[in-house]
């Protein structure tokens, strides 16, 4: 896989820090946090909608969500992989507690799966123009990158997005993403002038997106380098999934990873994929993750992956989340102990714009994958930052370093 999700490191302070503003405008709004009924945890990364619109998010590491819409939502709709889909009344008064139950997977006796992961991937490839989309569409973003040293959050970005989906018959070119609003926190200490910073940011969503830009990793070429293996199937939305290992099975110039991916067993579309570089050579690893550094800079990779989440609405499958995550240690030459740095980047799509809405976004006004949110955050600042759309609620650890960011 010839990766193009890379960071890079410099030694210079970020932006100043500017004003955290919040107004809603959306008049309802429906929060509560989800948990597991059999452990009580918290559930991460949970799909969350509005059954007859397109407002979506999803729920925090501490399993919160909070979702708007322009009209009274009745239902509210949650999905997760491993877990029964489930929908429940809605309630505006009190912030809801929803529970939900693991998934149990039954074998149709009618149905008899074979074991063969290449000729089943080879098949849901085949299949993308029938899952996926045949006209452009537009949608709503939430997008936010968060970078710590150690356990502390040195800064924090943010940016409601729009991006612009070609049809899947066509080449990914005049796919692109823009930035609406957005808002930046920094830490003013001297000692966290590393500043670690994700080259594309909101474009993640259109680059990584490897269901339609398959010259990632879903072609041929690049399948040669894996070894791939059948595991234990796996249930989404209450559908059976089948769940195939990449393992690398070759000697490359270039780091490859370990992923996984899941197809629905009935469509045989992709509904989520996740890939894990192979940092076991440094050097290559280095390559595949850092645009460039200073020279008194010693970087140590430690992980890089990708997480992507595919919703089936109207008889389509669609990116609906995108999660990066950075991690490595970095230090100056002359001292004695190394540093761990954690830069997470995530994206979902809020709501799926239809009709005389579906206009392309213009060259001038895209994103470039080559432009840092962090450097341009103040282009696109706004005191109504939170005005007309969805977002992921901050779990606890943010709000808390948010509140200490800006006493700093």
């Not at 452990?39 to 799909?47: D, H, N, Q, R, T």
């Not at 009209?71 to 529970?99: I, N």
């Not at 796996?234 to 780091?255: E, G, S």
């Amino acid at each position: 896989m010839k990766t193009i999700l890379r960071i890079l490191t410099c030694l210079c302070l970020l932006a100043g820090p500017v004003a955290w503003g919040q107004s809603d405008s959306l008049r309802y709004v429906v929060r509560g946090t989800v948990y597991d009924a059999l452990g009580g945890k918290p559930l991460a990364y949970v799909s969350v909608t509005l059954p007859g619109t397109n407002y979506a998010t999803v729920s925090n590491q501490d399993g919160a969500f909070v979702i708007k819409s322009d009209l009274p939502p009745r239902f509210v709709s949650f999905s997760l992989m491993g877990y029964k889909a489930q929908t429940v009344p809605a309630d505006r008064d009190q912030s809801m507690r929803v529970m939900m139950t693991r998934g149990e997977y039954t074998l149709d006796p009618a149905r008899v799966v074979t074991g063969d992961p290449l000729t089943i991937l080879r098949e849901a490839i085949y299949k993308i123009q029938d899952n996926c989309p045949l006209e452009p569409e537009l949608f709503d973003c939430f997008y936010r990158e968060t970078a710590q040293k150690r356990q502390r959050f040195i800064y924090i970005s943010e940016a409601v997005t729009k991006m612009y989906k070609t049809s899947f018959r066509t080449n990914f070119g005049r796919d692109r993403a823009a930035v609406v609003k957005s808002r930046l926190l920094t830490s003013p200490r001297k000692s966290d002038t590393l500043a670690v910073k994700v080259l594309g940011g909101p474009t993640q969503a259109v680059d990584l997106d490897i269901v339609k830009n398959r010259i990632l990793i879903l072609n041929e070429e690049d399948l040669e380098n894996y070894r791939l293996e059948m595991l234990d199937p796996v249930m989404l939305d209450d559908r059976r999934q089948f769940v195939i290992a990449l393992i690398p099975a070759a000697t490359k110039d270039y780091a490859l990873h370990n992923g996984t991916v899941y197809i629905d067993q009935e469509t045989m579309a992709f509904t989520r994929i996740e890939l894990s570089l192979d940092v076991s050579d440094p050097s290559k690893a280095t390559y595949s993750m850092l645009v460039s550094k200073p020279m008194d800079i010693r970087f140590r990779p430690k992980e890089m992956s990708l997480l992507l989440n595919y919703k089936r609405e109207e008889g389509k499958s669609r990116l609906s989340y995108v999660r990066t995550v950075f991690r490595f240690n970095c230090d100056a030459r002359k001292r004695l102990f190394n540093t761990e740095f954690t830069a997470i980047a995530e994206m979902v799509v809020t709501n799926r714009l239809t009709g005389e809405d579906v206009v392309p976004i213009a060259r001038q006004e895209s994103f470039r994958s080559g432009d840092i949110l962090a450097d341009k955050t103040q282009a696109y600042y706004d005191p109504d930052f939170w005005k007309d759309y969805n977002i992921i609620e901050p779990t606890e650890s943010l709000e808390n370093a948010i509140n200490r960011l800006k006493k700093e």
